[in-house]
């Protein structure tokens, strides 16, 4: 792709050599792709990507004001669909963007992986300045390339389209939009003014590059590359000595029965046919002793190494019983804060995009001329739950213990239980009348 969208618009991927060798094994080791003295049957990548992201998301609840409209409620819930695909994009390359697309009155969102569009420039803070993305399409058996090129401006979005008709895996000769009936409608070039950016908001993990140290988002597991192609060169070690150690019978060749070809023969993974040497004549079992114990402790050492590395709790990867070295109460702890801490982070980039996605629907309403998308009413709050840490039986146990002693008013303790406002005198009223039993005089 990147050499399409050069020859189409003069422009090539900024990203430089080396991160995109790591994009490029970052999305090996999630997908499993083999690699020679390596098992990539564990897929860890997989397993910590997977484990994040519903930890992310496990109380995840948006909440609009009651006066928002209903196209604004259709487009935060096409939003939140997306959510789960794009935090594990970004989580994967490092970063990913989100295409808000107008539908019946409304947007809907397309999620755009790290792999699937090109930074053409980005400012000092890696905010993208212009990207490239291509998708192919088909016709009367023919195949093309729909490229578009976003440019942002002090005057507002511009949108550069071109269609080629692709010519084996070259880019052909450049044909009409209308040559294909999904094109039909879109333009050379469209200039949105007052549209920030690219009109795309951006989802990035939030890690310090550690491959090049550029501006450039970096994958979750980023910093544990090395480690996770020692755990799959240490599972292959592991497979081969349990290859190795099992059990073989050498028998002699007269003990083989023929087929029906007249060659001899039984099953080869267990049974080994010597020359009829008659010092040879009789079973002889091999049965080695496996060295299973050592690839195992190995292999332990090594994901708690992962954990240490990405801010993952103790268990998570590794098994808890495995550690033999004493830990006090501070260490396991201090992975849990840690733990908490990379949640946390995550939860803030999602926050961040939705708040910059739901922005751009008002603005983009505003230019399209969908009504109701008024930018404060589309800007919803986000309730992400206790948390790994916070413990809220704990809480609501303490506060009960301060309205027995006279401590706390209990109107207060049930506006915290309920999330319900309490800053007024009438506001507390109101959950005194709801919650709370009548006395008898």
């Known amino acids: ?65 009651p006066d928002a409209a209903q196209p604004v409620r259709q487009s935060l819930a096409a939003l939140n669909a997306a959510a789960k695909t794009a935090m594990q994009y970004a989580l994967v390359g490092g970063e990913c963007l989100l295409k808000p697309v107008p539908k019946d009155g409304a947007f809907d969102f397309t999620v755009i992986r790290r792999d699937c569009y090109v930074p053409l420039a980005r400012n000092a803070h890696g905010n993208l300045l212009a990207v490239g993305t291509m998708e192919r399409h088909s016709a009367d058996g023919r195949q093309y390339a729909l490229l578009e090129r976003r440019t942002a401006g002090a005057d507002g979005l511009t949108i550069e389209t071109r269609l080629f008709e692709l010519n084996g895996q070259a880019l052909g000769r450049c044909v009409p939009l209308a040559t294909l009936p999904a094109c039909a409608d879109l333009v050379p070039q469209l200039v949105l003014p007052g549209v920030r950016g690219v009109g795309l908001a951006v989802l990035k993990t939030p890690l310090m590059n550690c491959v090049d140290g550029s501006a450039d988002a970096v994958s979750i597991y980023a910093p544990a590359v090395g480690l996770l192609h020692a755990l799959a060169r240490c599972e292959e070690q592991l497979n081969t000595e349990f290859a190795n150690g099992a059990s073989r019978v050498f028998a002699s060749e007269d003990l ?51 954990e240490s590395l990405l801010g993952l709790r103790r268990g998570i990867l590794s098994e808890v019983e495995a550690v033999t070295e004493p830990r006090t109460a501070t260490e396991i702890a201090a992975t849990s804060v840690d733990y908490d801490l990379t949640i946390r982070d995550l939860q803030a980039a999602w926050g961040d995009a939705l708040r910059d ?17 008024d930018t404060d009413a589309a800007v919803p709050a986000v309730d992400w739950g206790d948390g790994v840490l916070y413990d809220r039986a704990r809480i609501w146990a303490e506060q009960r213990e301060m309205v027995d002693a006279g401590l ?24 005194r009348e709801r919650f709370m039993p009548k006395r008898e005089e």
């Open 357 to 373: 996605a739901m922005a751009l629907c008002a603005e983009l309403g505003a230019l399209y001329g969908l009504q109701h998308f």
């Open 256 to 306: 083989l029965r023929p087929d029906a070809q007249g060659r001899r023969a039984l099953r080869d993974d267990l049974f080994i046919g010597l020359p009829d040497d008659p010092a040879n004549v009789g079973v002889t079992v091999y049965s080695p002793a496996l060295r299973e114990q050592s690839y195992l402790a190995r292999k332990q050492d090594l994901l708690r190494g992962c």
């Open 1 to 65: 792709m990147p050499s399409y969208l050069e020859q189409a618009f003069g422009k090539s991927d900024v990203t430089s050599v080396k991160m995109r060798a790591a994009l490029r094994e970052w999305l090996d080791l999630y997908y499993g792709v083999p690699r020679a003295g390596e098992d990539a049957a564990p897929r860890l990548a997989a397993l910590i990507v997977g484990k994040l992201c519903r930890t992310v998301f496990a109380e995840y609840e948006t909440r609009l004001p």
């Open 408 to 431: 706390l008013r209990p109107e207060l303790a049930l506006a915290w239980y309920f999330d319900l406002p309490h800053e007024t005198e009438e506001e507390i009223k109101q959950v």
